[in-house]
């Protein structure tokens, strides 16, 4: 990748990593929230799927290497501080960017004061094994 | 409010601030992302107005107190994992989220390795005073 574009992202103020928000490019729905720091942005760069930065694993996370959910990306973009990124991407897989089994991580609203899931399960995350999800308390997982 | 629902969110990761993403409720631009307290969130649920927490000021931060530019809460998102919030939002004023007079904060996207300037401008912020924009380095403003 051209070296410059990871040059004017500003990792500094998370200790190295920025937040990353996902988002389907076919119907616009926020999908998720995770985090990179500069490897992982440059590997997302470099072969067009998304890599995050897994807080609770403390490594590279390849969305999608154990259900094969990953994620195509469309297009990338930088905030105005070039502290935030927003990745467009096309959902593989079952579609189901959240390691619960929905569409998006995003899967409860407020209704009358309280949070109730509002969306259906694209598939059941036990179809991906035992210890799927299990092991990232901290973020929606792969 | 109901007070459950703030006891709902995770607010014990980032030092009692979760991040917020805000997207436009017409569109589904994702418009910028900001963060919460959980008084700005309690704040945003019992007014229906975004507040954020400015962790540059270190205050409560009303978005478009000073522009005009502020947000009516369409719908409010919990992810996964409690510890993020996605507001889906009518944009007021000058429909202008970013403090440089964009649409979005997200207004640069990466073209052939570097990132370029894709959106208009809607308005020139000095329109708002020349202090305006100057006092939050690390976010979007009002």
Redesign the interface.
Known sequence: ??Q??AD?VDFS?GDGII?V?T?DFS????L??AYMNREAFEET?RTGRACYFSRSRNRLWRKGEESGNFQTVR???????AD?I?LRVDQNGDRAA???G?ES??????A????SVSDERRVDPAKYGASYGHHQ????DA
């Open positions: 990748m051209d410059s574009a004017r103020k937040p928000v988002q119907n616009g729905r926020v998720m929230v760069v297009e990338i973009r930088l905030d105005c501080d935030t927003l959240c390691h619960e929905y991580c995003f899967f409860r609203a407020l009358d004061g309280a949070w308390p901290a973020k929606a």
